[in-house]
T-cell receptor, first 114, second 111 residues
Framework: EAQVTQNPRYLITVTGKKLTVTCSQN?????MSWYRQDPGLGLRQIYY???????DKGDVPEGYKVSRKEKRNFPLILESPSPNQTSLYFC?????????????FGPGTRLTVL | SQQGEEDPQALSIQEGENATMNCSYK?????LQWYRQNSGRGLVHLIL?????REKHSGRLRVTLDTSKKSSSLLITASRAADTASYFC???????????FGKGNQVVVIP
């Protein structure tokens, strides 16, 4: 089944404890992206990647890192999480190297930073 | 970056009625996309309309795009309780390689 998977789905952690949220897609998509969703703010893009080894900042990249070593995986790294990073995170992928096509979203990761 | 803005932000209708929501944006776009989200789940793509298209249909969904007014509308005909969800528009600006989402429009369909 064609899908985008994220792990973990739920995570409660403490300030400063490094964490990684994994994202994997099995559709051979070039474009991958991370968003965060907060009440009243909609979805905001954190980072995106147009292909392997190519990543770029979105609207809210501060406090996050990403890497794209393989086409299928695009992990989101929080080196030192803070409470303002408590949010619902979505990974998405899309065919092609831009946003010309529909995006396929993962199920989301709900992160709470205490 | 530009951002789509949906209007109205919340809509409550009876099953069988039509639901219309609008999206406005600020700069030139390559395409505009509509997504649906059920209660905290992942977004599901509904329709993509390109800047040279004016109208597109998919089942009970109809999307229009007016680039001169920088606006789009999503019409859901003969709504069902299962259409209860949040609906987002997202714009792809030329050469931006990024998708900018609006804040969402909550639709409640009452059985």
């Amino acid at each position: 089944e064609a899908q985008v998977t994220q792990n973990p789905r739920y995570l409660i952690t403490v300030t400063g404890k490094k964490l990684t949220v994994t994202c994997s897609q099995n559709m051979n998509h070039e474009y991958m992206s991370w968003y965060r969703q907060d009440p009243g703010l909609g979805l905001r893009q954190i980072y995106y990647s147009m292909n392997v080894e190519v990543t770029d900042k979105g609207d809210v990249p501060e406090g996050y890192k990403v890497s794209r070593k393989e086409k299928r995986n695009f992990p989101l790294i929080l080196e030192s999480p803070s409470p303002n990073q408590t949010s619902l995170y979505f990974c998405a992928s899309s065919p092609g190297q831009g946003t010309y096509n529909e995006q396929f979203f993962g199920p989301g990761t709900r992160l709470t930073v205490l | 970056s530009q951002q789509g803005e949906e209007d109205p932000q919340a809509l409550s209708i009876q099953e069988g009625e039509n639901a219309t929501m609008n999206c406005s944006y600020k700069t030139s776009i390559n395409n505009l996309q509509w997504y649906r989200q059920n209660s905290g789940r992942g977004l599901v793509h509904l329709i993509l309309i390109r800047s040279n298209e004016r109208e597109k249909h998919s089942g009970r969904l109809r999307v229009t795009l007016d680039t001169s007014k920088k606006s789009s509308s999503l019409l859901i005909t003969a709504s069902r309780a299962a259409d209860t969800a949040s609906y987002f528009c997202a714009t792809d600006a030329w050469g931006n390689n990024r998708l900018a989402f609006g804040k969402g429009n909550q639709v409640v369909v009452i059985p």
